[in-house]
């Protein structure tokens, strides 16, 4: 593996064969590593996880987050030939084999780790085929940069779609010895429309499992066709890339302001920013992981928070007057939630639906149930 600051990592593959280039970042995650591999925020990105070992419990159905891996490539310190758990289906290198994606063991992930931190997340390149470093990092210097990339159009969905009737959708939250086809116990009260920028499914699952009709929709829908749905409130997801360059989005955003209850998390919430006459940054190294200390404003708890963004909206360029901040980073005190003081809008930074991760946000969604309750009597 080469960065474009010219440092070379050597390691063996695992998984399948080839040559993908993609920012190299890190994820302080100790589990979790499948939901990782199929978050759709991940794509265009080579993601390194700081836990030593990777793929003891095997990978299984149930736990992805979408239709197959999303990521570029994988970098792990060692990997688990043999899994050992009751819910496995298979080992971690032949799942990545299987969906053509590269991974890299045997790399001090460590130094790795803390070069990120110091350099910032940066261009790599991933390669069993061609061996010289000097190549590499050429390569690497000119593949496209995460800054001024869309890459929502390579996850969003290719039409519109209920949740439940598309394959490996419509199951419910994941219950002990039941797995995840319990169906939802509360009957549907809300429609709702997600605009899917590259939406886990876990998401839906907290939305269904809360009485939500769930329509999803692509990136790309008109603010138009989303409201002639009529619906009770409408979610705004996350997803990869530089949210600044999603100019379509932002417009399809502003437009629905004021007209229903929204909810955004992740890309959802810089949307949202944008859509308010705010600005986003691109984060030196980013946050990933699901140990990221958040403080409600609202009523002054620390929320341990699951998390996976290297862009932020600048609090600086929010409208005074007109956005409430309601969450902050206390480890780089940046944005992590805020809702506009007149309009039913709110929105997050960090994943309330976890999967892999802590459950201290899923409050989150029941706040958007109780924020349509309310505008559906207006």
């Not at 890190?26 to 991940?42: C, R």
């Not at 490539?73 to 289906?89: A, D, H, L, T, Y």
Request: with cysteine; glycine share 12%; charged share 20%.
């Amino acid at each position: 593996m080469a960065l474009e600051d010219a440092r070379v990592f050597q390691g063996w593959c695992f998984g399948a064969s080839g040559e993908h280039f993609g920012e190299v970042v890190f994820n302080t995650s100790m589990t979790g590593y499948q939901e990782v591999l199929t978050d759709p925020s991940y794509k265009g990105q080579i993601v390194t996880m700081t836990y030593p070992l990777i793929g003891n419990y095997g990978v299984n159905q149930e736990d992805l987050e979408s239709a197959h891996p999303q990521v570029e490539g994988f970098v792990i310190k060692e990997s688990c030939s043999f899994p050992s758990n009751w819910r496995s289906q298979g080992s971690l290198s032949d799942y990545l084999k299987f969906h053509g994606i590269i991974g890299i063991e045997g790399v001090d992930t460590r130094a790795l780790t803390k070069h990120i931190r110091t350099a910032g997340a940066m261009r790599g390149i991933l390669s069993t085929e061609d061996l010289d470093p000097d190549s590499l990092v050429e390569k690497a210097r000119n593949s496209p940069a995460m800054e001024g990339s869309d890459w929502v159009k390579a996850v969003t969905c290719s039409g519109a779609y209920e949740w439940g009737e598309k394959e490996g959708t419509g199951a419910g939250l994941w219950e002990w010895g039941k797995g995840q086809e319990v169906k939802p116990r509360i009957a549907k009260k809300f429609r709702v429309v997600a605009m899917d920028f590259g939406m886990k499914y876990n998401i839906v699952r907290h939305l269904a499992s809360r009485g939500c009709q769930v329509s999803v929709v692509p990136a790309q829908m008109s603010a138009e066709e989303i409201l002639k749905a009529n619906p009770h409130g409408i979610f705004l997801s996350n997803g990869p890339g530089d949210p600044a360059a999603l100019t379509y989005a932002i417009e399809t955003v502003r437009a629905l302001l004021g007209k229903k209850p929204i909810f955004g998390i992740c890309l959802g919430h810089q949307l949202l920013g944008l859509a308010l006459g705010g600005k986003t940054y691109k984060l030196k190294f980013g946050h990933r992981g699901g140990n990221q200390p958040v403080k409600n404003l609202l009523n002054g708890k620390i929320e341990i928070t699951t998390q996976n963004h290297g862009f932020c909206v600048d609090i600086d360029t929010l409208p005074v007057g007109q956005v409430e901040i309601t969450h902050i980073n206390l480890n780089d005190q940046s944005l992590e939630g805020m809702r506009h003081r007149r309009l039913p809008v709110f929105s997050v930074q960090y994943h309330p639906e976890a999967s892999a991760g802590p459950h201290d946000a899923a409050y989150l969604f029941d706040e958007f149930i109780t924020l349509m309750e309310k505008y559906s009597k207006e």
